[in-house]
């Protein structure tokens, strides 16, 4: 998970997001310029390395779209170095958001990023003509990939018909995701703007797919810093990072130490943070209370999902006391950056 913006309308929606986070700061339609994505399907490939920050979408106490709280959460992992953000249909909620929300909340993140780093834009598993309608509207609004799920009961011949189509609708890099059979895969290769996959299913499947087509596409792991490890030496070099969310100093310092090869280090991060985290506690209701309780955005999830009450809030709280992990960090961290700016 994780990666810093110009004086103008960017220090000053950051400084109003601190004050205010008031939803008319990002009213997605209202924005006057979109920064156009101008990498080539190799160039993506080539820069797909790191942590991905993957956008839990956020909701207000009244189940509105938080759009403010989306540009905190992009702005405060930029300043600890992200430049890679996705949004992918489960964590982005997309089955809780109606079509015309999810292209909203897609041009809210390109233009949060505001061109420093690269925005992924989701589909859902739809059909041909909903996805071609998606891509398009991706590259309008500036994004720089296509990431595109793979409907459910999609077999081979239908799969390249989907794709085929979609890749002659937008000229942006695509990324697979979901299940895809080897014989898929092979089939698909010949579309020169499929470059990338982002893995769904096991750490199994990821190290697999990735010894018969690690060359032809560049996959990403989809969620664990361990299961990134694991990855690696089959050729894995990107991975999602939850803690970029809300605790992304803890994402800086194990790319850093990714960086500089210190196993040491980065097994100390999983041991400490990733393990009791992802493998222990981890649920979307947890991972919204925490956003609530690291001042990202509030912890309400729209029905019939459960959103944490007051009580079960405290619970949040006595979690990351026994991790040593405190919310300031974070917030002054960002708000040095911001003073900085």
């Not at 996959?197 to 989809?222: P, W």
Request: net charge neutral; charged share 20%; proline share 5%.
């Amino acid at each position: 998970m994780s990666f810093p913006f110009q004086m103008n309308r960017r220090k000053m929606l950051g400084s109003a997001l601190g004050l205010t986070l008031g939803r008319s700061l990002f009213q997605p339609r209202a924005w006057a310029s979109v920064r156009r994505s101008s990498l080539t399907p190799m160039e993506f490939k080539e820069r797909l390395r790191g942590p991905v920050v993957s956008i839990p979408t956020p909701f207000t106490a009244t189940f509105q779209v938080d759009h403010a709280a989306v540009g905190k959460l992009i702005h405060q992992a930029q300043a600890h170095g992200m430049r890679i953000f996705d949004l992918t249909a489960g964590d982005s909620q997309y089955s809780y958001l109606t079509y015309e929300e999810i292209k909203d909340l897609t041009t809210t993140v390109v233009e949060a990023v505001d061109g420093q780093g690269m925005v992924i834009a989701g589909t859902g598993p739809w059909w041909t003509d909903r996805a071609v309608d998606f891509a398009r509207h991706a590259e309008s609004v500036g994004a720089t990939a296509v990431q595109v799920l793979l409907p459910p009961g999609t077999g081979d011949e239908g799969g390249v018909k989907h794709f085929q189509e979609i890749a002659k609708a937008t000229r942006l890099p695509l990324v697979l995701h979901g299940k895809y059979s080897n014989s898929l895969l092979e089939k698909l290769s010949p579309i020169e703007s499929i470059v990338a996959m982002k893995e769904d299913v096991s750490l199994h499947y990821l190290i697999q797919t990735m010894i018969s087509f690690g060359k032809r596409y560049n996959f990403f792991a989809g969620g664990s810093y361990e299961w990134f490890l694991a990855g690696k030496p089959y050729g894995c070099k990107a991975y999602f990072d939850t803690f970029a969310t809300f605790a992304p100093q803890i994402s800086a310092r194990f790319w850093a130490a990714e960086q500089k090869n210190d196993v040491t280090a980065e097994r100390e991060i999983i041991e400490k943070y990733e393990n009791r985290f992802i493998w222990n506690k981890f649920s979307v209701p947890f991972w919204h209370a925490t956003l609530e309780y690291f001042g990202v955005a509030k912890r309400y999830l729209r029905p019939p999902q459960e959103s944490y009450s007051d009580e079960k809030m405290k619970e949040v709280k006595a979690f990351y006391d026994k991790v040593d992990l405190s919310p300031s960090v974070a917030t002054n961290h960002h708000q040095r950056s911001q003073d900085a700016a």
